[in-house]
């Protein structure tokens, strides 16, 4: 897995390519770097998903604790361009409930001031 | 930015920032240029109405106020179609005129005058006090109106004393009526100060209030409100409700005691032969001393002790002299109570009463003051009449017994006392009703949200598809265990529709390979399934076999190794907790391959067997098997806290891992855990500070009850505050918040947190004000100059 940070409005995207999975996790955890980000004053990140194959329960974990880390500091987290079969497995396991999804990254970075 | 002359002269008797000056003494000159020929005007009312009508008239007079129904619906209806400053203006020209129409008129009244006079009296009290009163709920929030009320309440006071000394110096008998040529003057001055307060006000905030409403609707952008519109805004608000209680008693009361000191006053001659003079002459005494009360106390005494203290002192004061009236009555008491009822409704208390408005959105605020001050007011004073006629009846009409009136009066006062007490309480509900919950805690949404063992489960099922048709089948009798395997979970897992041969748990059976694919509306026998390989998995000949490949399988190496690792571990999940098998988990926790860990540790959460514990505690360091440690160790429950916490208090381990065991402290959160944690904040372990108060916080927002040691905890804001104080860490800040909802209300204190970050001005001020009121005095004194640092401008978190 590859993770590319780059900004955007004062939003923080985490371009991730391949399957996070924790057999592919080599360097430093998506988590960790969402909560660099936090630290650094950052409140609004986007996961954008477009070159993501597959998640496995370590990815979700990580999904999750970045989306509470962010959250508990007032702050947005928002996933952008998953799969259709990701989304539908999104849904059934409810994580469509908590985790913020949208269709691209400019409806993101619109809802990140809107809200 | 360095303060002017005029803020550093108006700082020593004033708590006013920079940019406040200005608007501060304009109001403070509004306030003087009301009240200076108010008090003339009522120095000559009552005058000329004792002359004519006499005092045992005085109640026919008090219900004239009945008729100021009919100018609170006026007024409520100019409000509604043109703009603050338009009404204000025409007001004061009003009462320009009709002063100078009085002039002429009154030296030849016969009887009927005085009354006319007296309502008009009555009119220009409602009416012009309740518009300063309107402009100073336009500009200020609760905060600001806390800290300058004392000032500028202060103009209206020494207003007070001026008109009083000049009527006292200037009226001379039955010529009373030429110091309302004084009056016209006074109230010419003050149109020139309200047109400077609304050319500040554009200039500090725009037109938004102040601009004139397109027609139908009011000042406010509120529908045009009408008497009725006022009344039911009150009628269905049970804070107003409450507030217009107090002040039905409190002009009760106040009939009650103008009727007790000027039967004493009328009596006395010295008095009687210049009854305009003596009235400004007591007038000016008795604002002299509500001057110095307001400007040395009423700030102070508010914000000290908030809103209950200077509430009460009104009434207790009152309650005590109308019993000594009782036990005692003569001139000295009758001008004491007298002079206490105008001294202290004119200070502290008209200042507390002022302040209860401020939370009310401003919709309503209008409206239900409108209603209130104009009718409400003197209704009231008409309702005191008529049980003072009723006194007067039961008594001696032509020599009413006073010491009656003081009884009634001091019944009247303690069920005014007991309101009071309630409105204080209700205010603070009006504050918070002020302030949203912003924000919940990320966790708590989560765990509300959803069931995340499921939708990691249901995730390694699909990851485990193109991994091993064993692991795969493994985690569909999970799915089904856990009674999970739902329709919608089965179709997903159905999602692709290429066939899969599924080893039909066939490393169980030893058994040839048959294919078995999950359609969508195949129905799985899932007792008869379940049943069956629960009896497999406990035949002793069954686990000798699985122990034997065990042994063969745990020292590989290599991608298929890590696979047949994986399927053993899982396959031990699923088995009963006594089976031999459980010793092979140690090894495969230990195994470098994060997923075949994964699973091993899952076995060990569902087996609850102590010995596993140290080893999933070294898988906290990894940040690949953290979570799965994490959750795993959360499964053991409190049984564990003991150990763990020995690890938590162990400086030599590596922070990742006490940082990680302090997460798993917070998800076990037992009031045993909270009480560890709190030992360990106490030891000083200053790296984990932040990680053990969140923790903390995690457990006292899931239980609300928590039993924790205030004495503790206010040590521990004790620290944080010095880190504020020190490092300016936002940081601290966020600590002290977690803190403080340990002790006190974590939703009222979380409330006001979240509000401070908004950061709008009135989110902050609401904010404060809410604290103000939650934290007791000595917290209040600890954490107050943090906030109000934090809270300055250009500060970021």
Redesign the interface.
């Given at each position: 897995m590859v993770i590319n940070k780059r900004e955007k409005n004062s939003v923080v995207i985490f371009d991730i390519e391949g399957e996070i999975k924790r057999s592919d996790i080599t360097d430093v955890t998506l988590h960790q770097l969402v909560k660099d980000q936090l630290e650094s004053g950052k409140k609004h990140i986007l996961l954008n998903f477009e070159k993501v194959e597959f998640i496995d329960s370590f990815g979700v974990g990580e999904i999750l604790a970045s989306y509470i880390s962010t959250h508990n500091l007032g702050g947005k987290l928002k996933l952008a361009r998953i799969s259709k079969k990701l989304f539908l497995v999104f849904q059934v396991t409810m994580l469509t409930k908590v985790l913020d999804i949208v269709e691209d990254e400019e409806t993101a970075l619109q809802g990140f001031f809107k809200d | 930015m360095a303060k002017s002359r005029l803020s550093r002269i108006l700082s020593r008797v004033v708590d006013i920032k920079t940019g406040e000056e200005r608007i501060a003494l304009l109001l403070f000159s509004y306030f003087f240029l009301i009240t200076a020929p108010f008090t003339i005007i009522k120095a000559v009312r009552d005058q000329s109405y004792l002359d004519g009508p006499g005092v045992q008239n005085l109640p026919y007079a008090y219900a004239t106020a009945l008729l100021l129904g009919f100018v609170v619906s006026l007024h409520s209806k100019m409000q509604a179609r043109i703009s603050r400053q338009g009404l204000i203006s025409f007001s004061l020209a009003f009462f320009i005129g009709t002063s100078f129409l009085f002039f002429l008129l009154l030296p030849n009244a016969g009887n009927w005058l005085p009354i006319v006079y007296y309502m008009w009296a009555n009119v220009f009290a409602v009416v012009i006090m309740t518009q300063f009163w309107m402009v100073m709920n336009d500009i200020f929030n609760p905060r600001e109106a806390k800290r300058l009320i004392g000032f500028f309440g202060s103009g209206g006071i020494l207003g007070g004393i001026a008109g009083g000394v000049a009527t006292w110096r200037l009226a001379k008998p039955d010529e009373e009526h030429e110091l309302l040529i004084l009056v016209l003057v006074l109230l010419v001055a003050c149109t020139f100060v309200v047109r400077a307060i609304f050319i500040w006000q554009k200039k500090a905030q725009g037109t938004i209030s102040f601009s004139a409403p397109k027609s139908g609707s009011s000042a406010m952008g509120t529908e045009q409100a009408g008497f009725k519109v006022c009344f039911d805004t009150v009628r269905k608000d049970n804070y107003l409700k409450l507030l217009a209680a107090v002040v039905i008693l409190t002009q009760i009361v106040s009939t009650f005691i103008d009727v007790q000191s000027k039967s004493y006053i009328n009596q006395n001659p010295g008095m009687k032969a210049n009854l305009a003079s003596f009235f400004g002459l007591f007038q000016a005494g008795l604002l002299v001393f509500s001057f110095f009360f307001q400007i040395l106390m009423t700030s102070n005494l508010v914000k000290r002790f908030g809103i209950r203290l200077p509430l009460m002192i009104y009434p207790a004061i009152l309650l005590l002299f109308s019993l000594g009236i009782f036990v005692a009555p003569g001139i000295v008491l009758a001008i004491l109570i007298k002079g206490s009822d105008k001294s202290l409704s004119y200070s502290v208390n008209q200042s507390a009463r002022e302040l209860l408005y401020v939370p009310v959105a401003p919709e309503k605020k209008y409206k239900a003051k409108a209603f209130i001050d104009m009718f409400l007011n003197r209704f009231s004073k008409t309702a005191g009449a008529m049980i003072l006629l009723v006194i007067f009846y039961l008594t001696n009409p032509k020599n009413p017994n006073i010491k009656v009136v003081s009884v009634v009066s001091a019944c009247f006062l303690l069920a005014w006392i007991l309101l009071n007490l309630k409105v204080s309480k209700e205010y603070v509900s009006t504050v918070k009703e002020k302030l949203g919950r912003?924000?919940e805690?990320?966790?708590r949404?989560?765990d509300r949200?959803?069931?995340?063992e499921?939708?990691?489960?249901?995730?390694?099922t699909?990851?485990s598809k193109n991994r091993s048709s064993d692991l795969y089948a493994m985690h569909l009798y999970d799915l089904l265990k856990k009674d999970k395997l739902t329709p919608?979970?089965k179709k997903?897992i159905g999602?692709e529709s290429d066939e899969i041969r599924v080893a039909s748990l066939g490393v169980l059976m030893e058994a040839e390979e048959s294919p078995w694919t999950v359609h969508e509306d195949e129905e799985l026998p899932a007792e008869v399934l379940q049943k069956e390989i629960q009896e497999i998995m406990e035949l002793e000949s069954y686990q000798h076999l699985i122990k034997d490949y065990a042994d063969k399988v745990i020292p590989g190496k290599g991608p298929d190794s890590e696979t047949a690792k994986m399927e053993l571990a899982k396959a031990i999940s699923l088995m009963d907790p006594r089976s031999p098998l459980a010793a092979s988990l140690d090894d495969l926790i230990k195994d470098e391959?994060?997923?075949v860990s994964?699973y091993a540790m899952e076995a060990a959460a569902k087996f609850k067997a102590r010995e596993h514990v140290p080893l999933l505690i070294r898988k906290l360091a990894d940040?690949?098997?953290r979570?799965?440690a994490r959750a795993a160790l959360e499964k053991y429950g409190s049984k564990i806290i003991g150990m763990l916490g020995d690890y938590l208090e162990d400086p030599a381990e590596p922070p990742a891992v006490r940082e990680a065991v302090t997460s798993v402290l917070a998800g076990i959160g037992s009031p045993d855990v909270a009480e560890l944690l709190l030992q360990a904040l106490a030891g000083g372990q200053e790296e984990l500070q932040s990680d053990l108060i969140?923790a903390l916080d995690k457990i006292r927002s899931r239980t609300p009850n928590l039993p924790v040691s205030v004495e503790a905890v206010r040590m521990l804001i004790v620290k944080e505050v010095v880190h504020y104080t020190h490092e300016k860490k936002p940081s601290a800040v966020i600590n002290i918040f977690k803190l403080l909802g340990l002790v006190y209300s974590h939703e009222d204190i979380f409330r006001a947190y979240?509000n401070i970050?908004v950061r709008t001005k009135d989110s902050v001020a609401y904010a404060l004000e809410l604290l103000d009121y939650t934290l007791d005095k000595e917290m209040r004194d600890l954490i107050f100059p943090v906030l109000e640092d934090f809270t300055a401008v250009n500060k970021?978190?």
């Open positions: - | 912003e924000w805690r990320g966790d949404i989560v949200a959803m069931d995340v499921t939708a990691k489960l249901v995730f390694d699909l990851e919608e979970i997903l999602y391959s994060p997923a994964r940040p690949l098997t979570e799965d969140d979240q970050r970021t978190v």
